[in-house]
């Protein structure tokens, strides 16, 4: 696509359960970040793909969170057990290779009830 | 790890006027600080970015200057227009073909007729 696209865009979720967040990043770009924007908040590194080298998941807050990147192309945020803390603006960002332009995705906002 | 300041955290000016945003970094091995602008209900987008071996670097109304000694760099918009109300993030990384970035908290900057 000619994008970053992201979906969902808006989810809602009570507490305790588990969701997925899902980015598509631009064809043929190797890496691919997930970052969080918290209400009035910076950008919170979590995790990045670097083509087949294993991810750096130096960002994750808990073990509650994991990412996964099937094919070295789609990624998929899960949180497990959902706290009203994880409410925030999940952004997807990927880059090509020998790049440090990132192109954001619109993010998908989380709900935590 | 890296740790990136930006201030002010909201700043606003008259149309036409000029805009300075600051940040300053922790890590002097950082060598890439992009500058991202970020509009209501999108992701952020790269609007200007300057390397290491640069002091100063212009794009038409914006400018961005680096001062390696200090650990400073400023974003400058010039003729300020409504459209370039925004929240404005400065970024820093490291070497490596997919570093991540650690951003700051973001200036929202509002334009006002």
């Known amino acids: 696509g000619a994008g970053v696209s992201q979906s969902p865009s808006n989810k809602v979720t009570e507490k305790g359960k588990d969701v997925e967040l899902r980015c598509d990043p631009i064809s043929g770009h190797t890496a691919l970040y997930w970052y969080r924007q918290s209400l009035g908040q910076g950008l919170e590194f979590l995790i990045y793909f670097q083509g087949n080298s294993a991810p750096d998941k130096s960002g994750l807050p808990s073990d509650r969170f994991s990412a996964e990147r099937t094919g070295g192309s789609v990624s998929t945020l899960t949180i497990q057990r959902t706290q009203q803390e994880d409410s925030a603006v999940y952004l997807c960002?990927?880059?090509?290779?020998?790049?440090?332009?990132?192109?954001f995705g619109s993010g998908t906002r989380l709900t935590v009830v | 790890g890296e740790n990136v300041e930006q201030h002010p955290s909201t700043l606003s000016v008259q149309e036409g006027d000029s805009a300075v945003i600051k940040c300053t970094y922790s890590?002097?091995?950082?060598?890439?600080f992009p500058w991202y602008k970020q509009e209501l209900g999108k992701g952020p987008q790269l609007i200007i970015d300057i390397r290491s071996n640069v002091g100063e670097k212009k794009d038409q109304r914006i400018a961005v200057t680096l001062n390696k000694t200090a650990k400073h760099f400023s974003l400058h918009i010039t003729e300020t227009q409504p459209e370039d109300s925004a929240v404005y993030f400065c970024a820093a990384s490291m070497g490596g073909t997919a570093s991540k970035l650690t951003f700051g908290t973001g200036t929202r900057l509002q334009v006002t007729l």
């Open positions: 960002a990927s880059s090509s290779f020998g790049s440090k332009s990132y192109t």
């Open positions: 890590d002097s091995a950082s060598n890439y």
